[in-house]
């Protein structure tokens, strides 16, 4: 029997789930997991930057000549939109954090003349509201100054046409102007033209990129202007592209970026566990229970950090089917799911395999043993993944060829019509194929507990799930609801800790300053410490000399954070960084140890309900695991003989012999009687038959 039946009350089986926070506790699974995470997440990177560096953004210029072709026009505008929806994709998943792009009416529209408009309507809006920038005159010399644009990074050289406007200089000067104060003007004097611009009604001539300057001014458009524009183009067209601008292009929302590029120690995983309990205590709960924000917190934070290595292994698959993939970025795809199969087949396996041995023995492998059984069935532990995808993939190109014959006129309308229910079973079989793939954790847990192939690693997950389905969600809804309370508690820990010794050295008499150029409070230490489960908040959040900003994550969802202000920024000094780099490695290094805790609890919880479906499906008892020989000659592991008993001390003045008991005897024919000895002649029986041995 198992053994949680092994007591004199049998427990239900479910709550061997319960002891997966033991078994997920131990350094070498948090190791494992923490270069895992780091692993995977360079991979990625490195295939990002490669693939995403390649292609350029595109664009779609207007072509304005009414002798186009508009077959041609339609034909490169749907190519630009393949393009641009294939980039975006891209962007989406390997894009760089550094580069990120707004949404444009090229990503809104599928018209080409809602594009024309929107276009225009877009370009003139942001013209208009770059004309709140400031402008700066300065070298005022008599009648000749500068004007300078920074944001643009244009420069002029501006002559007072008159004894008024110099005079004015020094005023100007010294006015915060903006460029909706300036107005450009050209004059025509015979064949030369003279470039003006009026800055508060007196005129100057002017020496730059003037033309720039002009199209800006000139071109700017508020949002009245464009409703006019609409109202007065009275097509369909004109109404439809003013709500998309209304709805999309006022106030454009970023682009989702670097989803499989963002590092472990930056990517959004909610708010502080520490923030999030002390609010909690000072609003007697409302902060964490009101209006239902538990629920909110729990399904939209704490479980996808529970289910990060599930979520990490199936987006690219998903994402694989998206309808804007090109041939391209289905290969980027397919190169991230090998490589996330192969690392977390290396350390995933590796800690399923500790996990194995302590549930059924109740004993602990060191970390050699464990990456020693993992290399030796590596191909197993990447295979078992491998081949449902590579059945998806032949499957794929049925449908291709189906597709073939379908395109040819009249043939491929009567042959499609016949032989569509091929199609439907076919996709029936890459369906079952697809989600049976929510396995994953499951065959890498029967390749670490059974010590077997891929092939059986895949029929059993295969076999559990479909078998008995109620009891795969059941035994992962617990575990997914205690995980959620132990990787909180975790989380927790952790950020108290941090923010415990970061709380007593501020408390340090005379480090804390009344300006940034004389603070010496060790938030500046915490410059470069994770943004990830608000770290970074809880590190700087105590200083005076913060300011709360709008991050964007890498999915386009805003948040808020805590961040220096510009002015304490500029006082942190080459070695305040170099002392931030150091503190951040160690905190770097925590951070992983404390992500890493989830993924053990992962590859654990898995391994453990692995255990309770083949007891559930198979009747196999929880002490059964794979034995290698080489345990089995293990000094540690294999049996020790008792020990023979110590011969008896011989008497003083006597030779003690060692006593060999001979092999058992050929089997003799009767012997012949022989008359009895006399009395005293025979020596007494030593207890066993045989004589005495002297």
């Not at 999309?248 to 970023?254: M, Q």
């Not at 023995?361 to 078992?384: D, N, P």
């Not at 295969?462 to 959620?484: D, E, H, M, R, T």
Request: charge should be negative; include cysteine.
């Amino acid at each position: 029997m198992a053994q949680e039946h092994s007591t004199g009350q049998a427990k239900p089986a479910w709550t061997k789930i319960f002891s997966a926070f033991k078994i997920a506790l131990d350094m070498k699974k948090l190791v494992l997991a923490a270069a895992g995470i780091f692993l995977a997440w360079l991979g990625w990177c490195l295939l990002g930057w490669t693939f995403h560096g390649m292609r350029a953004f595109p664009v779609h210029v207007i072509k304005y000549d009414e002798k186009a072709d508009p077959e041609v026009l339609q034909s490169e505008w749907r190519q630009f939109k393949a393009n641009r929806h294939s980039w975006n994709l891209l962007h989406e998943l390997a894009g760089s954090l550094s580069d990120r792009k707004m949404v444009d009416a090229g990503d809104v529209t599928d018209d080409l003349e809602e594009f024309k408009l929107l276009h225009e309507w877009s370009r003139g809006y942001e013209f208009n509201e770059r004309l709140n920038d400031p402008v700066v005159i300065g070298d005022v010399k008599e009648k000749d100054a500068t004007l300078d644009y920074a944001r643009a990074g244009w420069k002029f050289k501006i002559t007072a046409v008159d004894k008024k406007g110099e005079g004015e200089l020094p005023n100007l000067a010294k006015a915060k102007l903006t460029l909706r104060s300036i107005k450009t003007v050209e004059q025509k004097d015979g064949d030369k033209v003279n470039r003006i611009v009026v800055i508060a009604g007196d005129p100057f001539n002017v020496e730059g990129p003037f033309e720039k300057l002009k199209d800006l001014r000139e071109g700017a458009l508020d949002l009245a202007e464009i409703q006019r524009r609409a109202n007065a183009d009275r097509r369909p067209v004109a109404i439809a592209a003013l709500l998309k601008f209304r709805d999309h292009l006022i106030k454009p929302k970023t682009k989702p970026a670097g989803l499989l590029r963002v590092s472990p120690w930056f990517e959004d995983r909610g708010g502080n566990p520490y923030l999030l309990v002390a609010n909690g205590i000072k609003t007697r709960g409302q902060s964490v229970f009101g209006n239902g924000r538990f629920f909110t917190w729990f399904f939209s934070e704490e479980a996808p950090v529970l289910l990060e290595p599930l979520y990490k292994f199936l987006t690219p698959i998903v994402y694989f089917f998206d309808a804007r993939a090109t041939f391209w970025d289905r290969f980027y795809l397919i190169l991230v799911m090998l490589w996330t199969v192969a690392v977390w087949g290396f350390f995933g396996g590796a800690i399923a395999r500790i996990a194995a041995v302590q549930i059924a023995r109740g004993e602990r492998i060191t970390l050699k043993e464990a990456i020693l059984f993992m290399r030796e069935r590596f191909v197993s532990y990447v295979a078992a993944p491998v081949f449902p995808m590579a059945l998806v993939a032949i499957l794929t190109l049925v449908l291709v060829v189906f597709g073939w014959v379908e395109w040819i006129p009249i043939l491929g309308d009567v042959f499609a019509g016949l032989f569509w229910p091929v199609v439907i079973l076919v996709g029936f079989i890459m369906a079952i194929v697809l989600v049976g793939l929510i396995g994953w954790p499951l065959m890498i847990a029967t390749v670490s507990t059974e010590g077997t192939d891929s092939f059986d690693a895949l029929s059993r997950s295969y076999s559990y799930i479909y078998q008995a389905p109620w009891q795969y969600l059941w035994y992962n809804f617990l575990a997914i609801v205690y995980g959620a309370a132990l990787v909180f508690f975790i989380g927790f820990m952790a950020s108290l800790m941090i923010f415990l010794g970061k709380w007593g050295v501020s408390s340090a008499p005379g480090l804390a300053g009344s300006k940034e150029d004389n603070d010496r409070e060790p938030s500046y230490l915490a410059y470069y410490a994770p943004t990830s489960f608000g770290w970074r908040d809880l590190l700087i959040g105590s200083n005076p000399f913060t300011e709360t900003k709008v991050a964007i994550a890498p999915d386009g969802r805003t948040a808020a954070r805590r961040e220096f202000t510009p002015e304490y920024e500029k006082n942190i000094t080459w070695y305040n960084r170099a002392g931030a780099f150091l503190v951040a490695v160690w905190l770097w290094v925590l951070f992983l140890l404390v992500v890493g805790f989830g993924y053990s609890y992962f590859w654990s919880s898995s391994t453990i309900i692995y255990f309770l479906m083949r007891q559930y499906v198979d009747d196999t008892d929880l002490e059964e695991v794979h034995q290698e020989d080489d345990d089995l000659n293990d000094a540690f592991l294999k049996p020790v003989p008792a020990a023979a008993p110590a011969p008896p001390a011989g008497k003083p003045g006597t030779v003690s012999l060692t006593v060999v008991e001979a092999p058992p005897p050929e089997p003799m024919p009767p012997p012949i009687a022989e008359p009895a000895p006399p009395p005293g002649d025979s020596p007494p029986p030593n207890g066993d038959g045989r004589p005495p041995v002297v």
